[in-house]
């Protein structure tokens, strides 16, 4: 009877073995597996990290194509007042026909938008300067004053009962 015991006994050592490199192989195969993923999870790291830097890139560009752009048209609106200014000077006129033009410029020019009385001063300032223009004093005052910031007028529009807001029925001092 021994023998059957050791019989029985080395049988089931040997399943166990078996069954023990069996697990071993999956456990091998599931750490290969985590590690994989551990891997491709650092790659998806880097991928995103690299795709915030993109866009940081490519916001800082469009705020560089926004500012160039702005200062396109700042520069596009001097030109066109320029070429507005020349326009009326044009053909060799007398200065006072020139100062007279100037003047008449400054003073339509009173409406505009501030960004264009700026450009406006500063043509009129330099087109007076090539041409040692000088203004009267009334002018001169007018043209120091063309650039200055004019608050937008505001309009208020008040509808309802002043009471439906407050609700009171009596008044307290």
């Known amino acids: 009877m021994n023998d059957f015991n ?7 050592m040997r399943d166990a073995r078996r ?3 069996r697990e071993r192989e999956e456990l091998e195969e599931k750490v290969a ?3 994989n993923f551990l891997k491709m999870m650092e790659v998806t ?5 690299e795709r915030d830097r993109v866009q940081q890139e490519v916001e800082a560009l469009r705020e560089q194509l926004q500012e160039s752009n702005e200062r396109e048209a700042k520069l596009e609106m001097q030109l066109k007042e320029m070429q507005k200014l020349s326009a009326s000077v044009a053909g060799k006129a007398s200065q006072d026909e020139v100062l007279k033009a100037l003047s ?3 003073k339509k020019s009173k409406q505009k938008r501030l960004e264009k009385r700026v450009a406006v001063k500063e043509m009129v300032l330099e087109l007076a300067n090539a041409n040692s223009i000088v203004f009267p004093e009334d002018v001169a005052t007018l043209l120091d004053a063309l650039d200055d ?3 937008e ?3 208020v529009n008040v509808s309802g009962n002043y009471n439906d807001i407050h609700d009171n029925r009596e008044i307290r001092v």
């Open 6 to 12: 050791y019989t029985d006994y080395s049988e089931m």
């Open 19 to 21: 069954g023990l490199e």
């Open 33 to 35: 597996d985590l590690n």
């Open 45 to 49: 790291d880097e991928i995103l990290a």
């Open 104 to 106: 008449t410029f400054v």
């Open 149 to 151: 910031e004019r608050p």
């Open 153 to 155: 007028p505001k309009v």
